[in-house]
């Protein structure tokens, strides 16, 4: 399955723009045999703690975005969205997946990035996602998940693919290229890592989106400007580096 990783600036708090900003880019992926679009974390607004500002209800205009746009392209689009479940107390950082079929896959995420104060304005999920898409297991993940290695051991099994989805700011950027890296080695799975670029709120993004196979070779990479990463997810890949270099099975 071909992915794209839509790199992109992010107007704050703007949703329309962004809406508009992603629309061609979204058919610039379909042309070059993209399968699955995957948009960085809190699309419609950037790393906004104003929920009273950008959150959405579920199933709301941003969902509704993805799905006509899914549909148009005949396309899987993945990307986060400040959104409130019915009759929850306070949103969640959740990553839509949506499908051509009309079908939307949610993700909440499970950690939420306590020292820029998520905790305190969004609720964390409490469950592991996987979903197949096009054959390819794909686990959900968003940002700051990054850090803990113990969520991407849990669900390595059952996962070809983990997709994380952020904005991940310049000052760490370290971070988020070794950790990516680590992710994909030692769970022997591609790793597709898609930041934003530009600046939101104050804060200088990079970028550095990646997508690294399970050997942990960086397949596609990208630097500090808008731009669309391609890659091809082979799960027989994957198969075959964990049954010519089995670590999983020594996992304790």
Known sequence: MRV???????????????????????ASA???GARLVALPEMFPCGFSMAPERVAELEGGRSAAFLLEEAAKHGLFIAGSVPERAPGAAKP??????????GSVTRYRKIHPFSFAGEDRHYAAGDRHVTVTVE?????????????FADEFWATAPGTDAYLVVANWPERRRHHWTGLLQARAIENQAYVVGVNRVGEGDGLVYQGDSRVIDPWGEIVASAAAQETMLLADLDPAVVAHARESFPVLKDRR
């Not at 054959?135 to 850090?147: A, H, I, M, P, S």
């Open 92 to 101: 969640a950082n959740t990553l839509l997946l949506a499908g051509p079929d």
């Open 135 to 147: 054959g390819v297991r794909l686990t959900l993940f968003v940002c700051y998940d990054l850090r």
């Open 4 to 26: 794209a990783a839509l790199q992109l600036d992010l107007a704050w708090e703007q949703p329309e723009a962004n809406y508009a900003r992603i629309r061609p880019w979204l």
């Open 30 to 32: 379909r042309a070059a």
